[in-house]
Nanobody, 127 residues
């Protein structure tokens, strides 16, 4: 059974850091591109970042460029999102999602393009 499970969320002060993990099972991670999304209360799901199947290509939303870094370890079946210089507006539930395409294109920010989703992990940035 194909599964994605996010972890690493929590409460952090502004300016702090967190590393989210997306552990996958039931499929070969190297055959999928992986995206990270977030959704704050009352808002639509927002694309954060995406990484191609081999990790050779990454994309970021303007709001997180320079602060977040996406990476993957296909041997460990895990994708990471390193978040630094966190701001209160980064508070949201963060989701990872898998798409069967090996290469990332202009479709990456669209949630409906992804085939599989995790259940999310809460990130709260507050003093």
């Amino acid at each position: 059974q194909l599964q994605l499970v996010e972890s690493g969320g929590g409460l952090v002060q502004p300016g702090g850091s967190l590393r989210l993990s997306c552990a996958v099972s039931g499929f070969t991670l190297g055959s999928f591109s992986i995206g990270w999304f977030r959704q704050a209360p009352g808002k639509e799901r927002e694309a954060v970042s995406c990484i191609s199947s081999t990790g050779g290509s990454t994309n970021y939303a303007d709001s997180v460029k320079g602060r977040f870094t996406i990476s993957r370890d296909n041997r460990k079946n895990t994708v990471y999102l390193q978040m630094s210089s966190l701001k209160p507006e980064d508070t949201a539930v963060y989701y990872c999602a898998a798409d069967r395409r090996l290469f990332v294109g202009n479709w990456w920010p669209n949630p409906s393009e992804y085939d599989y989703w995790g259940r999310g992990t809460q990130v709260t940035v507050s003093s």
